[in-house]
């Protein structure tokens, strides 16, 4: 009986969009229940998915909130 | 100090209701506090209960978000 | 569907046991899933509940480990 | 830069075993970053992912210690 | 490559604000990565933050939902 | 009244150490006390710090157990 807790950034995968889509949803409880069924033999009954949306401005890396460690990291990315 | 997390759906009691009240909300930080007062002697003021509502969409059960889940479970049900 | 975390400190509730019981554990879980029955009417099926312990090493309080910030807080409650 | 946690029992799937394997969980590992990768688009790089293996002890499923819980319900399950 | 969880309740430091500001989590997220970089020498890229606010009703101590808790705290605390 | 949870590898920050140590932990729980002090003035006292540990094999980074993506990574940073 597994537990799968998903956290992901509060956003769209096209730019029109900011959040991600309850089919994106659909496909991320179906896809991950899945592998726990192949993995481990675990009934899909038996499995919770829980996605929990996080704000940009929640979520941290490299020391700073998301969307300024992305603005730095762009610019270096170029030649 | 024990720390009790609760995760719900976001969801009413009631039809008319599409949330748990801060009523019910009360009564589950009383009697999970109490529990833990009870069983491993933790005094009431070192627990701390945080409760989680969770989208329905955010949800999944049996490989699929909550809504389907139920709504094809529920037909079987029925003689 | 609810899920119920508690996490507690790793230690007996009497001065011979370095841990929680199997008896005192199956009580916690009875204890909130009932809990949960009675505020929201959640079946006692779809309840999971995991136990976390935590060395008291590992748990903060008061910006010390568990045991100094005991330790500090002991003489002050005496006369 | 999803996070993944996985919490599931620590028990072997096969009698032979009390615990998930090196390869189950790297499969485990694999197969949920492969997820967030199709459906989200996340390079597998930025997604990290926690497993949690839970004794039977701690962890409850209605209202009972895992072990009882089965117990109960496999009697019932047969003619 | 930690991941640091930081829960509080959704509540402004001062008066005219009812939830903690960018500049805040900003601070948050630089000050905890940094712990991690001080103490166990983890490169700031590799940590992650998550910050997650918790409505006042939703966050329970003392076996009350917090508002109540503090106010009954308060005027015990006075001559 | 904060909640501060730290998820780590279980290893040693030098090579004759295979986990992190006491004095490293109560600095980590000291550092993100102060951080929480600093930023929203909340009292050392209200704030609980969990330290989880984590096993190599159950951390997952780019699709990989963290001993293997790391092996990977090794090499390609070399000229």
Redesign the interface.
């Known amino acids: 009986?597994?537990?799968?807790?998903?956290?992901?950034?509060r956003e769209g995968?096209t730019a029109d969009r900011n959040s991600?889509t309850?089919e994106?949803?659909?496909?991320?409880?179906?896809?991950?229940?899945?592998?726990?069924?192949?993995?481990?033999?675990?009934p899909?009954?038996s499995?919770?998915?829980?996605?929990?949306?996080?704000d940009l401005?929640?979520?941290?890396?490299?020391?700073?909130?998301?969307a300024?460690y992305r603005a730095r990291r762009a610019p270096a990315a170029k030649p």
Chains 1, 2, 3, 4, 5, 6 share one sequence.
């Open positions: 009986m597994p537990i799968v807790t998903v956290q992901v950034t995968t991600i309850a994106e949803k659909a496909a991320i409880i179906k896809g991950v229940s899945e592998v726990l069924l192949d993995v481990l033999n675990k899909l009954e499995t919770y998915v829980v996605i929990e949306e996080v401005d929640n979520w941290g890396w490299g020391g700073l909130p998301t300024q």
